[in-house]
């Protein structure tokens, strides 16, 4: 946890940094859904497996280009991960359950265009995001010939292929649409893992993130405040 008070002070100091350029600051959070798409050469894993609920909680700013178009950087701790279920197809010799739960601070950069009706302003965003992950934990039981193994411990991050279960980075594309009403924003995300997570190069095994994010949050106008 030392690691991530580090990067959360540090990531929040550089948006801070912005302000001073930035029309508007937005403060959100809300729910997470995700999963994970799991598979090597042989297998889909992940073709059975559920969702996990979550949060998120940040805070971004709004640079603008003009009327329509803006840009806006988001600093983001959120929660990833999946129910996972999954049992071998061809002899039934191999099974595992359980749940994975990760924690990132992700940083989506966002390319946004609004629409102003009168009531609310429409919008949508696109553009990539980078992650660092900086927790999560491992609850799984395995078969494997008949023995269970219990596995219950903390991620270990990190690039080593014997002893890391994730890579420390996470990238992507993160897609999203919503609604600001006076001082107040409503939205939905969709972040797209592309890099693989897992540190093993066995059997082109790969592992992408999935999140579904839904958000409220409050717009502070930077500008008029400066003006009072």
Do not use: C
Not at 16 to 24: D, I, K, N
Not at 114 to 138: E, H, N, R
Request: without cysteine; proline residues 3%.
């Amino acid at each position: 946890m030392k690691l991530f008070t580090k990067l959360f002070i540090v990531g929040l100091l550089a948006i801070l940094s912005f302000e001073v350029s930035a029309q508007s600051m937005l403060y959100k959070g809300g729910l997470n859904i995700s999963s994970m798409l799991e598979k090597d050469a042989d297998y889909e894993y992940s073709s059975d497996y559920g969702i996990m609920t979550g949060f998120h909680i940040g805070a971004g700013f709004e640079l603008p280009i003009n009327e329509m178009f803006s840009v806006e950087p988001n600093f983001i701790f959120t929660s990833k991960g999946a129910d996972m279920t999954f049992e071998d197809p061809d002899f039934g010799l191999y099974s595992y359950e359980g749940t994975v739960k990760t924690y990132y601070i992700d940083v989506p950069i966002y390319f946004k265009a609004s629409y102003d009706l009168g009531f609310m302003k429409a919008y949508a965003a696109a553009g990539p995001y980078f992650g660092i992950g900086v927790a999560g934990k491992i609850d799984l039981k395995t078969q494997f010939l008949g023995e269970e193994i219990i596995t219950e411990r903390d991620v270990n991050w990190g690039y080593d292929e014997t002893y890391d279960d994730y890579k420390t980075v996470d990238m992507g594309v993160s897609f999203g649409a919503g609604a600001e009403i006076g001082a107040f924003v409503a939205g939905f995300y969709y972040d797209f893992g592309l890099s693989n997570n897992y540190p093993q190069d066995i059997n082109d095994l790969k592992t992408n993130n999935r999140v579904i994010r839904v958000s409220l949050g409050y717009k502070l106008d930077l500008a008029k405040k400066t003006e009072e």
